[in-house]
């Protein structure tokens, strides 16, 4: 007699988006649009003011949302985490493009288990990791 028992599914996603609270939103928005190169998908207004703006850089979105203050203006973010994103693009000509634009890199591209990577961080002081796809 078998006492195997079927085992539940287990979890399954197909994508990871990100959603952002950010101090000055205008500010924000150039920095991933200017410096990283995302692109607008949508923004979000009420009462006619945007409050919120959804970037698209291939299949990554990335949501990014004016903080109202209500749980202070000095508090920490992204603290104890980061998003990597990971590209079939060149690292090294994209860090360079990244600190042409104004871009504080804070790690320069290195090899790293497998992949070629870069470090930075920004305006909020949310950090990325940019990275070559693995082999």
Same mark, same amino acid.
């Given at each position: ?15 990871? /988006? ?5 101090k ?7 920095w991933?649009?200017d410096? @990283? ?12 003011k945007?409050?919120?703006v /959804?970037?698209r ?6 949501l990014?949302?004016?903080d109202?203050g209500?749980?202070?203006?000095d508090?920490?973010?992204?603290a104890? #985490?980061s998003?990597?994103?990971?590209? /079939?693009?060149?690292i090294?000509e ?6 042409e634009?104004?871009?504080?890199l ?5 090899? #790293?288990?497998g992949?070629?990577?870069?470090r @930075? ?6 950090k @990325?990791?940019?990275s070559?796809e693995?082999?």
């Open positions: 007699m078998s006492t195997d028992r079927a085992q539940p599914e287990t979890f399954r996603a197909r994508t990871l /988006s990100a959603s952002l609270t950010v000055d939103l205008p500010a924000s928005l150039a991933y649009s410096v @990283l190169g995302f692109t607008v998908a949508q923004t979000h207004e009420r009462d006619g945007m409050f919120a /959804s970037l850089a291939g299949p990554v979105a990335i990014l949302t004016q109202n209500a749980r202070g203006s508090r920490v973010k992204g104890g #985490m998003l990597r994103l990971t590209t /079939s693009q060149n090294d994209l860090a360079t493009r990244v600190r634009r104004g871009g504080i804070e790690t320069e591209p290195v090899d #790293m288990r992949v070629r990577v870069f @930075l961080v920004d305006p909020d002081g949310f @990325l990791v940019i070559s693995p082999a």
